[in-house]
C-alpha cells in the first residue's frame, strides 16, 4: 500500500499529531501519529495529501503548501512524508478521523513512548 502523512508544524514549531484509534483495522491503534492515510490509484502523493487533510480536518491546503522530506517503508506499506509548515488554529480545525489531536513542541514529541514509525524517524532524522 502507499499511503503519506503530513508534519503539520505552525509558526511556533509545535507538531499536531492525531492519536489513531484503538479498532480493527487501523495501523497503530493507540499510537500518535501525523495525519494523513493512504493513496487511492491513479491519484499523486500530493494530492493524496490535499485530500486527506480535507477529510481528517476539514483543512483545506495547496500543493504549493507541501514540501517533501523522505520516503519510509514499514508494516503499512511505502509512504512519503510532506511538511506542511503554516500557521493553523486548532480550535478551527474538525477532528473527523482519529480519537485525539493534540500540539507538541519537539522536544515533547520525542519523549512519547507509543508513536508511528513515521513520527520516530522525522524525530530521528530532525534532532
Known amino acids: ?21 484503538s479498532v480493527t483495522g487501523v495501523a497503530f491503534p493507540g499510537y500518535w501519529g501525523f495525519f494523513g492515510g493512504a493513496v487511492e490509484e491513479d491519484e499523486s502523493f500530493t494530492d493524496a495529501a490535499i485530500r486527506e487533510l480535507d477529510e481528517e480536518l476539514e483543512f483545506k491546503i495547496r500543493k504549493e503548501d507541501l514540501k517533501f522530506l523522505f520516503e519510509i517503508n514499514s508494516s503499512s506499506g511505502s509512504g512519503r512524508i510532506f511538511l506542511l509548515k503554516m500557521d493553523f488554529k486548532t480550535s478551527k480545525l474538525a477532528l473527523n478521523e ?30
Do not use: W
Open 1 to 21: 500500500m502507499k499511503y503519506i502523512s503530513i508534519v503539520m508544524q505552525n509558526m511556533k514549531e509545535h507538531y499536531l499529531l492525531q492519536l489513531r484509534e
Open 98 to 127: 482519529g480519537a485525539d489531536m493534540k500540539l507538541f513542541s519537539y522536544d515533547e514529541m520525542k519523549k512519547i513512548s507509543k508513536k508511528t514509525p513515521e513520527v520516530e524517524k522525522y524525530c530521528n532524522i530532525f534532532n
